[in-house]
């Protein structure tokens, strides 16, 4: 079984500074990891993911991620906000090697002040 | 860069009555995927189907849902007799291998009233 806490209903950050959202997972198999992002009034777009192979992965509109098996945690980051940014974010994680469903976090809302 | 289309993008409903929800996954897709959205909450697992079969489903996806791939394009949920419960968006999603990340569709957003 796996489940994902992310900590933080809400973020907030000033244009251009570093975004942080904190995710943790729980699996009882080698996890693969996603983080989608969500605008208003739209559908899931998938920002990165990982499955095998190198810790440290890089997504769409400069995003990353880093796999902390020790840590059981994929935390999203970005080193410069922009007011774009803002959505609803999510993590989600699979269990490796099966066309097993996804299960989601209850998702955190970026907020980007001026 | 190919898409998964659904339709209609919202639909109002009366409780009881039954409702589709169409899909469209990515042409050349094995697998596929129904998931929900209650407002304000986070996104929950439906039902997965492949090789014109359901593989796994919730507890969510009681006897008054089902789905079908009635021609071997489009991707069908329905819904027998709506409560008012089942007002959400709901997302359909596909993935060229059970082992590998999902497209997903925009959402249909279903209210009943």
Known sequence: ?114 | EPEVTQTPSHQVTQMGQEVILRCVPISNHLYFYWYRQILGQKVEFLVSFYNNEISEKSEIFDDQFSVERPDGSNFTLKIRSTKLEDSAMYFCASSPTGDYGYTFGSGTRLTVV
């Open chain 1, 1 to 114: 079984a796996q489940s994902v806490t992310q900590l933080g209903s809400h973020v907030s950050v000033s244009e251009g500074a570093l975004v942080l959202l904190r995710c943790n997972y729980s699996s009882s198999v080698p996890p693969y990891l996603f983080w989608y992002v969500q605008y208003p009034n739209q559908g899931l777009q998938l920002l990165l993911k990982y499955t095998t192979g190198a810790t440290l992965v890089k997504g769409i509109n400069g995003f990353e991620a880093e796999f902390k098996k020790s840590e059981t945690s994929f935390h999203l980051t970005k080193p410069s906000a922009h007011m774009s940014d803002a959505a609803e974010y999510f993590c989600a994680v699979r269990g490796a090697g099966t066309a097993s469903k996804l299960t989601f976090g209850t998702g955190t809302r970026l907020q980007v002040t001026l």
